[in-house]
Nanobody, 122 residues
Framework: QVQLVESGGGLVQAGGSLRLSCVVS??????????MGWYRQAPGNQRELVAR???????NYADSVKGRFTISRDNAKNTVYLQMASLKPEDTAVYYC??????????????WGRGTQVTVSS
């Protein structure tokens, strides 16, 4: 069974930094991990894209985080990271990891983690 487990969330003051990690497990069911990404959802809001990194390493970011957040991946560790700097109170949300995976069943699958809370105090 494929699982995505996030870590690294917490409480930080405005202007501070956090690094989120997401490990994909269940390698026996995975042929290839394609795009990986981070999304967030604040109370009362829809889930939104924060950043995404594709298999070849290209990235895209939400306008609200450009220049402050950096997404990266370590394919050897099946891990995606989100380095967040210059955090603002409006970055407060539950952050979810997402992965597009080609399974050993030769079908594409979309997996989500359970989320990690990031709270930025003013």
């Amino acid at each position: 069974q494929v699982q995505l487990v996030e870590s690294g969330g917490g409480l930080v003051q405005a202007g501070g930094s956090l690094r989120l990690s997401c490990v994909v497990s269940g390698s026996g069911h995975i042929f290839r991990i394609d795009a990986m990404g981070w999304y967030r959802q604040a109370p009362g809001n829809q889930r939104e894209l924060v950043a995404r990194i594709h298999g070849v390493g290209s990235t895209n970011y939400a306008d609200s985080v450009k220049g402050r957040f950096t997404i990266s991946r370590d394919n050897a560790k099946n891990t995606v990271y989100l380095q967040m700097a210059s955090l603002k109170p409006e970055d407060t949300a539950v952050y979810y990891c997402n992965a597009d995976i080609l399974g050993t069943d030769w079908r594409p699958h979309d997996y989500w983690g359970r989320g990690t809370q990031v709270t930025v105090s003013s």
